[in-house]
């Protein structure tokens, strides 16, 4: 039985033909046929992926030296940009920026566009360092945050753009803050102002933008300005109305006598929304641990306002704060001034506002000084018109020669002697007169040097 069951089974198989399926080249396969050039992003993209970034960028670059007019060719150029901003590092970084500067010069149309505007702003972000270090980074990334903000405001990334640039200004701000605070409390009032005028006309969403302005008007009220420190303390009551200072501010303006102005409501909303909004509490070992962190510490930066889209004015670089107008402080005199500025509302550095009331603090000190220059002048050329006499054939000698030459009728060889000493004696003169009109003009160039920088601020 058993026998008859395996020769029945022989035989099915034998009549059953068994077929090995065969492997199929998808290379020449027509319904799986790919294009090279998305062959080589592919396998690029998967590189990048996994993180083998020079291998992906070698692919990248091959499908870009190879197909010049393939339809991958942004994404390719856009993809290497991506693999060195995702690498790190200060060289990755600087080759990041310049990936995507490239990108939007050859593609300033393309969706992405404002994606590595972005990039290029967040790549100078992620290098900042803190406020008391070098700010290269801090001013490369608010430049370039600006320059988003200006170039696509409707963009989506343009409310996370607004943030970083409100983050990037309160570091700025920061820097500034602390420098000016230790000329204030060393003594050195004009040091602290060339800090605080620039700091709260153009950060006045910075967190500590009321203490700058209380910081100033003490500045000025101790250089018996009452004017512009009421100013200032107009400020702070206006502007910041729920700040600590307003009710001191307030008090010095009753006692100035001056006029108290209403809060601003729309400042009084920005306020509110700023205490109310939620922010990393600070831990106890924050700060011991602040040592060992890099980066700065943006968790007080405002979360609402519009920030400063000006670009700060190459005019104001290497020049005298305290002189308005951003001139240069050679050859004339500057006017200091106040700038209102609403939190909020952005304005360009170093130029006031509609509205404004502008000081000018040096112009009791110029007229003095212009009065001052004239008799000095006066003086000198009278001393001048004393040593000299004016002769008619219209050369000048000393009044010694001319005495001299009336006395020499009464002998030749007294004459001739006579000529001799004169001589002498006039070129004794002129010498004398000469460092006389010398030492004349060096006091007068350094009580002017003196003059001009009392005509800075009145201390």
């Known amino acids: 039985m058993c026998a008859l069951v395996l020769a029945s089974a022989s035989q099915c198989s034998a009549q059953i033909p068994f077929h090995k399926k065969k492997k199929v080249d998808k290379s020449t396969d027509a319904t799986n046929s790919v294009e ?30 190879t197909y010049p007019d393939s339809e991958y060719l942004a994404k390719a150029k856009l993809a290497i940009a991506d693999s060195y901003f995702k690498q790190g590092g200060s060289a990755n970084t600087t080759q990041a920026i310049a990936g995507y500067k490239d990108f939007i010069v050859f593609f300033p149309f393309l969706p992405e566009a404002p994606y590595a505007q972005m990039q290029v702003a967040m790549a100078s972000y992620n290098e900042m360092t803190k406020p008391d270090r070098d700010t290269s980074h801090a001013l490369d990334a608010e430049a370039e945050l600006q320059t988003f903000l200006q170039k696509y405001p409707k963009d ?30 060393k003594g050195d009032r004009r040091a602290a102002a060339g800090r605080l005028l620039p700091l709260v006309a153009r950060y006045p969403l910075y967190s500590k933008s009321d203490t700058s302005w209380w910081m100033l008007g003490e500045i000025y009220e101790k250089s018996e300005r009452k004017d512009l420190a009421g100013n200032c303390y107009a400020q702070i009551v206006k502007n910041y109305p729920l700040s600590s200072r307003a009710a001191d501010a307030k008090a010095k303006l009753k006692a100035f006598g001056m006029p108290i102005p209403q809060p601003d409501p729309k400042a009084v909303e920005w306020m509110k929304a700023e205490q109310n909004a939620p922010r990393q509490r600070e831990k106890l070992v924050h700060k011991p641990l602040d040592i060992f962190h890099g980066g700065p510490d943006v968790h007080m930066a405002a979360v609402g306002g519009a920030p400063n889209l000006e670009p700060e004015g190459e005019d104001m670089k290497g020049v005298d704060i305290l002189r308005g107008g951003g001139k240069s402080s050679i050859g004339g005199g500057g006017t200091g001034v106040v700038l209102t500025v609403k939190p909020g509302e952005s304005q360009p550095a170093g130029s006031a506002p509609a509205g ?17 220059e004239t008799k000095e002048t006066s003086s000198t050329d009278s001393q001048g018109s004393n040593t000299a006499t004016a002769q008619p054939d219209g050369t000048t000698a000393p009044a010694a020669s001319t005495t001299a030459a009336s006395d020499t009728s009464s002998d030749s060889s007294k004459t001739d002697n006579s000529q001799a000493t004169d001589n002498s004696q006039s070129g004794t003169d002129k010498s004398q007169s000469a460092d006389a009109n010398s030492d004349k003009d060096s006091k007068k160039e350094s009580s002017s040097k003196k003059k001009g920088l009392r005509k800075i601020l009145p201390w």
Not at 156 to 184: I, M, S, T, W
């Open 156 to 185: 989506p990334l343009a409310p996370k753009a607004e943030q970083r640039l409100r983050e990037v200004q309160e570091v700025l701000a920061e820097g500034q803050y602390r420098v000016a605070y230790y000329y204030y409390v």
């Open 36 to 65: 090279p050039d998305k062959q080589l992003y592919d396998k690029a993209m998967d590189d990048i992926k996994h993180g083998r970034h020079e291998v992906g960028r070698l692919g990248l670059q091959t499908l870009i030296n």
């Open 356 to 372: 404004t009331a502008s000081e000018d603090v040096n112009s009791n000190s110029s007229s003095s000084d212009s009065a001052t």
